[in-house]
């Protein structure tokens, strides 16, 4: 091969700037990426909505954690870590709290170092030093890390064996341990954390030699999928991209055996899946970690197989905010003809068009795999599509996750709360400061948060792309030469009107590809470069600006934020004659305390007989955090109450009053004490 053909292949496979190795994730040099992502210290948020829920994050949701994390009595997570050690006791020398506590901790690791790539605060540093130490010290000399296990065999008890239950996450703790120590490395340039990491790579590489069945049982909710493709592209090591191929390859030992199941996403071999199944944390972290080895090896089954269970997801199983996992237990698949091959589920996909509002589960947790994985499918495919289930994941069912100050998890999310529904459900509907038997979302949610702004732009060779709008600068520089430095100045998502301003370019042609959201009504954006109008952009593409740019130039986007009202496919029964309220990428929700008195969260209509209502806008403070509500003319019927034991009875005719309907976005619902909520309302 000549030199000039390797230099265009090099080329050809590089998606982006040099800042992409220290990417959260690093698709630079993944032949099959279309695009890649900046680096972690490359976009600043410049206030507005995100930027304001990154400075919570960064002053009370990650110390807060930490705080949670070293009360014995609260978490016992760090005096896990310290027994296993050798340096504490915590409660009684012994493990507590559920057997993925490591992961999760290590989860709230990762949001630290992104904080400290940002603020570049030294005392961040030193503490992810002092912690990584123990950590580094608990783990076992074979590279084997999962707390439950080592502390009894490190206190000489023979009965503690790894992987004896396949419910004990091994390869979940040890694949957060991965991408926690890659953004910590991509942070600090430290190796202290990433050495940890390749030991638990190397014990996995010798499990998947050596046990593959029992490694192949053991892989529930696979982050260690994503945590290897990672490890991958830091190291660039051919032996961490053999072993991802190996892990997911593995998944077609256990079809057909007696642990096969919709619920672990094994029943069918891998390339056979078209339909998202079972519990949809796994799922979405499954299908996360596909879309990785996908960027990596251009496989083509493995294409065929994202692409039906995304449009599977995103046609039939996704709720309006962007969530997944509708029930909290069900059966699959359900209503087979073949009987004996139904088993049960829980906190998973149901079947088609199964959308439940009142107990909807949704777990925090799947949101976020859903998000990470819509990052990736767009990342293979450059799609404005998965960008836009992306968006409306991020604000609808992201944010939700954790309550306006930053102190209270959701851990499921409906859609609808009755204080009236008695049903006893395993979750708490109203937020909680801890969750101690599965304390996953709180620590997913805030690294999600504190990592937002890389999701913001995207870059290709000879392009920006910009995903979200929000006020942020972004700072890199540019492969081929020079520096891009551009500032994005909005209040957005309140605003529709953006405006970037070049402020440094390279001496280059470059694109900036500007994401005109797939739910803009047809003419709903306008755009203009340095003043003049440009023929309108279609909603669902990426609009391409293409020059080389000055500093000064600008260009300015206006979409249209109106309030739309929206239905469900009458297939979804649980909304039927219902309507939703979303206002540019942000859904809407009623609740109880914006009702006037006497008037009844379950007697509300709204009229749409005569077309669009009319919406008046607020802003409005909740919990320290700006909001706009939108309030609307709406009805209020049926005065007479129900008595608990009436399941029937026959309608009369009852005065209607009329009154301003207060609606919230969905995303701060819960942060004004305990009350019913609904985001779909009857049309009248
Ligand atoms: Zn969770």
């Given at each position: 091969m000549t030199a000039a053909r390797i230099l265009w292949l090099a080329l050809l496979a590089s998606?982006?700037?040099?800042?992409g190795e220290r990417a959260l994730v690093d698709t630079s040099r993944s032949p099959h990426a279309v695009l890649g992502m900046f680096g972690l210290d490359e976009v600043r948020w410049n206030g507005g909505l995100l930027g304001g829920r990154f400075d919570v994050c960064r002053d009370t949701m990650v110390p807060h954690l930490w705080t949670i994390f070293r009360d014995d009595q609260e978490s016992h997570a760090w005096s896990n870590f310290l027994i296993a050690a050798g340096e504490g006791r915590g409660r009684d020398g012994r493990f507590h709290g559920p057997p993925f506590n490591d992961g999760d901790f290590l989860k709230w690791m990762e949001a630290l170092a992104q904080v400290y790539a940002v603020t570049r605060d030294p005392a961040l540093d030193r503490q992810m030093d002092a912690i990584i130490a123990t950590v580094v010290k608990a783990q076992r000399e074979d590279g084997y890390l999962h707390t439950q296990k080592i502390i009894p065999q490190r206190q000489g008890d023979a009965r503690a064996r790894e992987f004896e239950d396949r419910e004990h996450f091994e390869t979940y703790n040890m694949g957060h341990l991965m991408t926690a120590a890659c953004v910590h490395h991509r942070a600090t340039g430290k190796t202290t954390l990433l050495a940890a990491a390749k030991r638990a790579a190397d014990y996995l590489e010798r499990l998947a030699r050596e046990v593959p069945d029992e490694l192949a049982r053991n892989a529930?909710?696979?982050?260690h999928y994503m945590g290897v493709a990672e490890l991958h592209r830091v190291t660039r090591d051919p032996r961490h991209l053999a072993l991802l191929r190996a892990l997911i390859e593995l998944r077609d030992r256990v079809p057909g055996t007696v642990v096969a199941a919709d619920q672990n996403q094994d029943r069918v071999p891998l390339r056979e899946a078209r339909q998202a199944v079972g519990h949809a944390v796994r799922a979405n972290y499954f299908y996360a970690g596909l879309a990785d080895l996908l960027a990596e090896t251009g496989d083509a089954g493995i294409a065929r197989a994202l692409a039906a269970l995304s449009a599977d997801v995103s046609t039939?199983?996704?709720?309006?905010?962007?969530?997944?996992?509708?029930?909290y237990d069900g059966a699959s698949p359900d209503g087979s003809a073949r009987h004996g091959s139904i088993r049960t589920v829980h906190q998973a996909y149901g079947r088609d068009h199964q959308l439940p509002n009142l107990t909807a589960y949704n777990e925090t947790c799947a949101t976020i795999g859903y998000f990470m994985w819509m990052w990736r499918q767009f990342a293979v495919s450059g799609d404005a599509g998965h960008a836009d289930l992306m968006e409306q994941a991020f604000y609808n069912g992201v944010l939700p996750g954790i309550s306006l100050e930053g102190r209270h998890y959701f851990y499921v999310n409906p859609l609808r709360r009755l204080a009236d529904f008695k049903w006893p459900l395993r979750w708490s509907r109203t937020r909680t400061p801890n969750i101690k038997s599965s304390f996953c979302c709180p620590p997913n949610v805030v690294r999600t948060i504190a990592e937002a702004?890389?999701?913001v732009y995207a870059q290709s060779r000879d392009a920006v792309w910009v995903n979200l709008y929000a006020a942020s600068t972004l700072d890199a520089p540019w492969p081929e030469g020079g520096r891009l430095r551009l500032r994005q100045e909005t209040d957005y998502p309140w605003d529709g009107a953006v405006r970037f301003v070049i402020e440094a370019a390279p001496a280059v042609e470059l694109a900036l590809r500007l994401r005109i959201p797939g739910?803009?009504?047809?003419?709903g954006a306008r755009l203009r470069v340095n003043g003049a109008a440009v023929p309108d952009p279609s909603p669902g593409t990426y609009a391409e600006v293409r020059r080389t740019w000055a500093a000064g130039d600008t260009v300015e986007v206006a979409l249209e934020l109106t309030p739309v009202l929206l239905e469900a496919n009458p297939l979804v029964e649980e909304t039927l004659n219902q309507v939703a309220l979303r206002r540019g990428p942000l859904v809407y929700c009623v609740e109880a305390?914006?009702?006037?008195?006497?008037?009844r969260l379950t007697d509300v209509v709204l009229p749409v007989a005569a077309g669009r209502p009319a919406f008046t806008s607020e802003r409005r403070t909740i919990a320290g955090a700006e909001v706009v509500m939108l309030t609307v003319p709406a009805l209020a019927g049926g005065a007479r109450p129900w008595r608990a034991d009436e399941l029937y009875r026959e309608v009369a005719a009852e005065p209607a009053r009329s009154f301003p309907l207060t609606f919230t976005p969905y995303f701060a619902w819960g942060n004004r004490g305990e009350g019913d909520m609904t985001v779909w309302l009857p049309r009248r």
């Amino acid at each position: 091969m000549t030199a000039a053909r390797i230099l265009w292949l090099a080329l050809l496979a590089s998606v982006s700037a040099a800042g992409g190795e220290r990417a959260l994730v690093d698709t630079s040099r993944s032949p099959h990426a279309v695009l890649g992502m900046f680096g972690l210290d490359e976009v600043r948020w410049n206030g507005g909505l995100l930027g304001g829920r990154f400075d919570v994050c960064r002053d009370t949701m990650v110390p807060h954690l930490w705080t949670i994390f070293r009360d014995d009595q609260e978490s016992h997570a760090w005096s896990n870590f310290l027994i296993a050690a050798g340096e504490g006791r915590g409660r009684d020398g012994r493990f507590h709290g559920p057997p993925f506590n490591d992961g999760d901790f290590l989860k709230w690791m990762e949001a630290l170092a992104q904080v400290y790539a940002v603020t570049r605060d030294p005392a961040l540093d030193r503490q992810m030093d002092a912690i990584i130490a123990t950590v580094v010290k608990a783990q076992r000399e074979d590279g084997y890390l999962h707390t439950q296990k080592i502390i009894p065999q490190r206190q000489g008890d023979a009965r503690a064996r790894e992987f004896e239950d396949r419910e004990h996450f091994e390869t979940y703790n040890m694949g957060h341990l991965m991408t926690a120590a890659c953004v910590h490395h991509r942070a600090t340039g430290k190796t202290t954390l990433l050495a940890a990491a390749k030991r638990a790579a190397d014990y996995l590489e010798r499990l998947a030699r050596e046990v593959p069945d029992e490694l192949a049982r053991n892989a529930i909710c696979p982050s260690h999928y994503m945590g290897v493709a990672e490890l991958h592209r830091v190291t660039r090591d051919p032996r961490h991209l053999a072993l991802l191929r190996a892990l997911i390859e593995l998944r077609d030992r256990v079809p057909g055996t007696v642990v096969a199941a919709d619920q672990n996403q094994d029943r069918v071999p891998l390339r056979e899946a078209r339909q998202a199944v079972g519990h949809a944390v796994r799922a979405n972290y499954f299908y996360a970690g596909l879309a990785d080895l996908l960027a990596e090896t251009g496989d083509a089954g493995i294409a065929r197989a994202l692409a039906a269970l995304s449009a599977d997801v995103s046609t039939r199983k996704l709720y309006l905010t962007g969530m997944t996992g509708a029930l909290y237990d069900g059966a699959s698949p359900d209503g087979s003809a073949r009987h004996g091959s139904i088993r049960t589920v829980h906190q998973a996909y149901g079947r088609d068009h199964q959308l439940p509002n009142l107990t909807a589960y949704n777990e925090t947790c799947a949101t976020i795999g859903y998000f990470m994985w819509m990052w990736r499918q767009f990342a293979v495919s450059g799609d404005a599509g998965h960008a836009d289930l992306m968006e409306q994941a991020f604000y609808n069912g992201v944010l939700p996750g954790i309550s306006l100050e930053g102190r209270h998890y959701f851990y499921v999310n409906p859609l609808r709360r009755l204080a009236d529904f008695k049903w006893p459900l395993r979750w708490s509907r109203t937020r909680t400061p801890n969750i101690k038997s599965s304390f996953c979302c709180p620590p997913n949610v805030v690294r999600t948060i504190a990592e937002a702004h890389n999701y913001v732009y995207a870059q290709s060779r000879d392009a920006v792309w910009v995903n979200l709008y929000a006020a942020s600068t972004l700072d890199a520089p540019w492969p081929e030469g020079g520096r891009l430095r551009l500032r994005q100045e909005t209040d957005y998502p309140w605003d529709g009107a953006v405006r970037f301003v070049i402020e440094a370019a390279p001496a280059v042609e470059l694109a900036l590809r500007l994401r005109i959201p797939g739910w803009l009504a047809p003419g709903g954006a306008r755009l203009r470069v340095n003043g003049a109008a440009v023929p309108d952009p279609s909603p669902g593409t990426y609009a391409e600006v293409r020059r080389t740019w000055a500093a000064g130039d600008t260009v300015e986007v206006a979409l249209e934020l109106t309030p739309v009202l929206l239905e469900a496919n009458p297939l979804v029964e649980e909304t039927l004659n219902q309507v939703a309220l979303r206002r540019g990428p942000l859904v809407y929700c009623v609740e109880a305390a914006d009702l006037p008195e006497g008037v009844r969260l379950t007697d509300v209509v709204l009229p749409v007989a005569a077309g669009r209502p009319a919406f008046t806008s607020e802003r409005r403070t909740i919990a320290g955090a700006e909001v706009v509500m939108l309030t609307v003319p709406a009805l209020a019927g049926g005065a007479r109450p129900w008595r608990a034991d009436e399941l029937y009875r026959e309608v009369a005719a009852e005065p209607a009053r009329s009154f301003p309907l207060t609606f919230t976005p969905y995303f701060a619902w819960g942060n004004r004490g305990e009350g019913d909520m609904t985001v779909w309302l009857p049309r009248r």
